[in-house]
């Protein structure tokens, strides 16, 4: 083979490799930048995070339907204590979930989250959530999980969500194999036996 055969050879091995390294890398990152895509979007339902409720509420109300489910495979029973909520729209408010292991052992759960119409997910924000940490109940044990929320009054402005009534928070809990802690109940809940 020729000097330039090679280097032409060598040359197409780089990029080919240099390509399935950078595919490697985008399987590594997709998961963390999907999660940060649904966040700034409210893609999927995807509910946003805030530090606390505007200032300024509207007199217009909606209602906030809750569900709530558990995965098969985790021995809890867990639902919402109020079926639904009409509030103003931007004013902070608060739902209650309550949690119960039923099982003979220690139990880690970690709760999934959307709202529907997904369209209303950008604007539904959660101040305080047990869904932002895993949460670990012992035997027994039975946990008040509370959701401070607000809907944000940009909701009137879309003229794809502005005309939306009402709005469903669903949670879905399923197990965690390895923890990341180990506490014996959600920050800031109520805790009974």
Same mark, same amino acid.
């Given at each position: 083979?020729?000097?330039?055969?090679?280097?032409?050879?060598?040359?197409?091995? !780089?990029?080919?490799?240099?390509? $399935?390294?950078?595919?490697?890398?985008?399987?590594?990152a $997709?998961?963390? /930048?999907?999660?940060?895509?649904?966040?700034?979007? !409210?893609?999927?339902?995807?509910?946003?995070?805030? %530090?606390?409720?505007?200032?300024?509420? $509207?007199?217009?109300?909606?209602?906030?339907?809750?569900?709530?489910?558990?995965?098969?495979? /985790?021995?809890?029973?867990?639902?919402? #204590? &109020? &079926?639904?909520?009409?509030?103003?729209i931007?004013?902070?408010?608060?739902?209650?979930y309550?949690?119960?292991?039923? $099982? =003979?052992?220690?139990?880690?759960?970690?709760?999934?989250?959307?709202?529907? @119409?997904?369209?209303?997910?950008?604007? +539904?924000?959660?101040? &305080?959530?047990?869904? +932002?940490? #895993?949460?670990?109940?012992?035997?027994?044990? *039975?946990? =008040?999980? @509370?959701?401070?929320? +607000?809907?944000?009054?940009?909701?009137?402005? %879309?003229? %794809?969500?502005?005309?939306?009534? #009402?709005?469903?928070? *669903?949670?879905?809990?399923?197990?965690?194999?390895?923890?990341?802690?180990?506490?014996?109940?959600?920050?800031?809940? !109520?805790?009974?036996?």
């Open positions: 083979m020729s000097a330039p055969n090679n280097a032409k050879n060598l040359r197409v091995a !780089g990029m080919a490799l240099g390509v $399935s390294l950078s595919m490697l890398g985008l399987a590594y $997709s998961v963390p /930048l999907y999660k940060l895509f649904c966040q700034v979007t !409210g893609f999927g339902g995807t509910t946003q995070r805030a %530090d606390a409720a505007p200032a300024q509420t $509207s007199e217009q109300k909606i209602t906030v339907r809750f569900d709530a489910n558990t995965a098969a495979s /985790l021995g809890w029973k867990f639902h919402a #204590e &109020q &079926q639904a909520m009409t509030v103003h931007g004013e902070q408010n608060m739902a209650h309550r949690a119960v292991n039923i $099982s =003979d052992r220690a139990l880690t759960g970690s709760a999934v989250f959307n709202v529907t @119409p997904v369209s209303a997910g950008i604007y +539904f924000n959660k101040i &305080q959530c047990f869904c +932002f940490t #895993e949460q670990t109940l012992q035997p027994g044990e *039975s946990v =008040d999980m @509370p959701v401070v929320y +607000f809907v944000d009054p940009d909701i009137l402005n %879309d003229p %794809d969500t502005a005309s939306i009534k #009402e709005i469903t928070l *669903s949670y879905t809990f399923y197990p965690v194999d390895k923890p990341k802690t180990v506490s014996a109940a959600p920050a800031a809940a !109520g805790v009974t036996n």
